[in-house]
């Protein structure tokens, strides 16, 4: 959910993130329960009703909150713990009540069909673009616990889920959920697709991993009968801690070897001058940033945090280049303008000028409404807002920008936004480069280049955009455009490595060194 990480490839445990709510479950609910048990004993209540008030409260608490945050924030709301503890409270309740209920053959069989019926539309209705959980996530939630609560039942020769397939499934489907993802990814990640035949070999392997993970790792755990008895306590422990250390080493030691980037420009690093001066490309060079850091190699303003993320309005930026310089260059836009502060920084310290960078993620300069998750950006146009006052006050020499492809906005809508900021700012004296948006590819370049380099190139005419900057530049005086793709691809692709420097750290961004290698190209384009 995290903008930077949105189009990372998918992590092989990306899905132990609801484990860690089950796991707080676990520590959290005993005591909850204790504490429970211990007022109603002290003021003389029945312990189930009073375990019963309070998991009712929980569930109306966290599902209040649930509905808020869903409604604010929906990717933060989809993982956090108090926005789901509703659901296991739920669970609580059917465990205290169940005994109690006292339902009839066709109540029951009522009951199935009903929670049945609801989690397939929950399958069925339900898309990416689904508020969720909020009040919607009431519809599978509920649904599983009509099923439960109905118990076995016969309708004719339906027997509901006491099926064999089923019940060994259900056996087994903690080992499955913790396999089932691991095996699809890795999977992916070397054939890049999953058909028919394949999906079915998958379900099969599948299986028969968590079958042996339920076999020889859950239930000895489970029902250990060694002597001490916490000696699957002492294992767990000492597994987990390997797992830990061998994680931890190797991530420390990816993290701990920065980007060399005093080799950019050097004969084995020629970078863009291998496109634009036919400089010697030598063979057998590794690329730089390595493979294990291209998604890390990004703009030093993430670092500071100065790069405003979608619900920040505030006009926060960075100041770079040389603090005490007499002349100042300004960066404004999205991470397509992000991504050239690496160039614009070089430029200006080369020159002794300040740079102050304001960037926001997915909030183009132009005023135009931009949706984001299907609304109104709103913070983006009262960000822009902000910054362009902000800009009149520092009274630049220069302000850079560039915004990635907004496809969703009507091409003359856009251009007429661009250029009412553009005059604006031209008309107070400023001098306004536009960066033409690089071109994205088809591919991701940090998985393509881990298995066939030779591969990773895209076909120019596909991957770059009508240049609308140049179309919406041509009513505004006091401005310059900018055409870097000449030094990004060759007259007919766009390759992953130029000169040996990985040119895309994602599907669209520039990685900081290729940017870095672009500095003196794009000062000599810009007039600098």
Known sequence: ???????????????????????QFYIVWPLLMIGALWWARRRG??????????????????LAASVALTRSDPAWAYFVTHTRIWELALGGLLALILDRLQLSGGVRNAMVIAGMVAALASALLFSRATDFPGFKALLPTLGAALVIAAGSVRIGGFRGLDIA???YIGDRSYSIYLWHWPLIIFYVAQSGAIGLVDGV???IAILA???????????PYRHSRSSPQWRPLIDGTVAVGLCVAVAGGLLYAIDRQPIDTSLIGTADYPGPAALLSNAAVPEGVGPLP??????SDVPVIYKLKCHQQQQSIEATGCQLGDPAGTRTIVVMGDSHAAQWIPAVDKIAKDRKWKLISFTKAACPVTRVTILD???????CALWREKVIAEITKLKPDFVFTSQSNYTSVAQDTMIEGLRSVWSELTGRGVHVIAIRNTPFSLFDPRSCLGIDPGKCVNPRGKVEREDIFALAARSVTGMTVVDMNDALCSKDSCPAVVGNIVVLRDNHHLTASYALALAPYLAKSAGL
């Open 373 to 379: 998750d299907g609304k109104p950006y709103e913070q």
């Open 45 to 62: 209540y029945s312990p189930v009703q009073v375990l019963t008030f309070v998991l009712a409260v929980v569930l109306a608490g966290s």
């Open 165 to 167: 397939a089923l019940r």
């Open 201 to 203: 070999l998958l379900i």
């Open 209 to 219: 991993v968590s079958g042996l993970s339920y076999r020889f790792v859950e239930q």
């Open 290 to 295: 390595p493979l294990s850091k291209i998604g």
């Open 1 to 23: 959910m995290d903008y930077l990480g949105a189009e990372d490839a998918p992590s092989p445990v990306q899905h132990f993130w609801s484990l860690s709510i089950e796991e």
